[in-house]
Every structure is written in C-alpha cells, then in structure tokens.
C-alpha cells in the first residue's frame, strides 16, 4: 500500500511522507473515521524513521486531514482537495533537523565562547540560568530565560552572524509544526527539571574555562533534549 520514500531535492522528507499518507486517503484507500495503520507500521512499509512518520502525522493532522488521539492512534478525518504544497512552506522546518543543527552548532559556538570569556559575558548567562532556575521553581515558563542563556553564549564568540544563526535555529521552535510536536510529546515539568540540571552543568564548565567539558555538556543536552522532545510521546502512538 505505502511505498518507500526517495528523498527529493528541496522537499522536505516529512512532507513527502505527508504527500503519500495524503493522497492515499484522497484516493478512498483510508476512509474517514478509521484508524491510520501504527507509528511503527508506518514507519517499516516506507523505511523512514519513526520520529520523520511523527512529523509527517503532525502536519497532517494541522492541516486537518487526520486526528491524533493520544494512546488510541491516529484516525482519518475530513477529506481535502488541498494541493500537496499548500501548507508546507508555512508549518517549518523538520524538528529532528533542527535539534541535529543545533548540536552540529552550539557544539563548536561553546568552544569560541570559552576562548572569548568575559566576566560580564559570564555574569549575563549565569543570569539567565538563575532566571530559568527560579522561573521553574516558581512553575512559570523557562523559555524565555532559557533563549537568553543559548543567546548570550552566542554572544560570546563576537560574531553577529553566529549569534543571527543559533538565534534562528532557537526561534523555529515556534513554528507550526514544532509547537504542535511539543504539545505532543514533552512532559513539560520533567523537560525543564532535567534542562535547569543540564543547563547548570554547561554553566559549571563555563565558569571553570573547560572549554572541553563545555562541549560535551552542551552537547549532552540538546541531544538529551532532542530525545525528550521528538521522542518523548512516542509510546502514545505505538
């Protein structure tokens, strides 16, 4: 029934998969009402990772073409005539890409960061970590002091074109699609329990000029919250 997916160039893959989960459903081989086959399913007929099937569901189900119903599976809703291009430049880029960027990314940003240490540099993101760490404490949000501390590292490095890049990369979790995929999947308190701890251990490495540590750390925890983020909820769908 489903095909495996080729990549093509300036598509993105969970739109492709999108495109053929669609157009089966356009086709009446998924009827409104029923029950779309597993996560896992899905993801062995097309030989793409369950995380790129998680993505493809998610924007389909904003476009309104399926319903996700957490712990009972994803079902068909209204049929659409809407062209496969319609919504897929609007809903953002892959989630997983983003969190492999940013680690690709803030992985080295850290190290320039350590070599161009200042104290006000250092106060600013010991700031924002006391910021996010109060902020959670208190059950508040801790976005917008957790930018700051990802930012003012940035900063660090003296270059306005590196800071433009984590800064965008940061910002896209606002978009459509990863808004939905953390509605999703994140357990939001434990999320930010484990992100103040991380977060903490980057700043330790920092105060101590281990440009090394640094590095490990930051890395250990945007993989860490690449894992609780685009794999969190992934049982639910099983």
Not at 20 to 42: C, D, H, K, N, V
Not at 52 to 62: D, P
Not at 77 to 106: N, Q
Not at 136 to 149: K, T
Request: hydrophobic letters at 40%.
């Amino acid at each position: 029934m489903l095909e495996q997916v080729k990549q093509v160039e300036g598509r993105r893959l969970y739109q492709q998969i999108a495109d053929q989960i669609r157009a089966l459903i356009q086709q009446g081989r998924f009827r409104p009402g029923t029950r779309l086959p597993t996560e896992r399913e899905l993801a062995q007929q097309l030989r793409v990772s369950r995380p790129s099937v998680r993505e493809a569901l998610i924007a389909l189900e904003i476009e309104g073409s399926v319903e996700v119903r957490m712990g009972a599976g994803v079902y068909v809703g209204k049929v659409s005539d809407r062209p496969a291009s319609s919504l897929a430049d609007s809903l953002g880029d892959s989630p997983i890409e983003l969190m492999h960027a940013r680690v690709m990314l803030e992985g080295e940003v850290i190290v320039q960061a350590c070599a161009r240490m200042t104290p006000q540099g250092l106060a600013d993101i010991r700031q924002a970590f006391e910021d996010m760490r109060d902020a959670i404490a208190a059950r508040r949000s801790g976005l917008e002091a957790d930018r700051r501390f990802h930012l003012a590292i940035a900063a660090m490095t003296g270059n306005s074109v590196i800071e433009r890049l984590v800064r965008e990369l940061y910002d896209e979790r606002h978009s459509p699609l990863s808004r939905k995929f953390s509605a999703h999947s994140e357990n939001v308190r434990r999320t930010w329990v484990h992100a103040v701890e991380e977060h903490e251990a980057i700043l330790q490495a920092l105060e101590a000029r281990d440009a090394l540590a640094a590095q490990a750390r930051m890395r250990q925890h945007l993989h860490a919250s690449a894992q609780r983020w685009v794999d969190g909820g992934q049982n639910d769908w099983a």
